[in-house]
């Protein structure tokens, strides 16, 4: 069963668009909070918290419609999500085949870098 179908563009799109936008509206806040803070916004400017979460969701919402209002930026979305559903996800069977194979490669290469660092260690005792 395929999570992304190509029916449901529109609605995959849009969830992205809006993901986005909450995030620039979100980054906005943080950075204009930690404005606040370096320079003593809070003290200076009246209503500062006011003020920062709204010059975030103007932030958010502007993001928002200049991407859905941007031709090319649009049809790049759409692009990408008509090559995001021909992607050939792999079954859980062999992910988790994979992710043992790698869980037990990552422990060797541990267990021989550990080797290394404790023989370098006596060499360097036994030298000084």
Known sequence: MALV???DSKKWINSFVALCSI???F???RF???MGEWFDLEAKVGNFVFLVQGVGVVAGVVTFFS???SKPAASHLQ???DELVKVVWPDKDSVVKVTIGIIIGLAIVSVLFVGVDW????ILQLLY
Request: glycine share 4%; aromatic share 14%.
């Open 32 to 34: 204009l909070q930690q």
């Open 67 to 69: 991407i859905f209002r």
């Open 23 to 25: 995030l620039i509206g």
């Open 79 to 81: 692009e990408v999500y």
């Open 5 to 7: 179908k190509s029916e």
């Open 119 to 122: 023989m370098f260690r006596e």
């Open 27 to 29: 980054m906005a806040i």
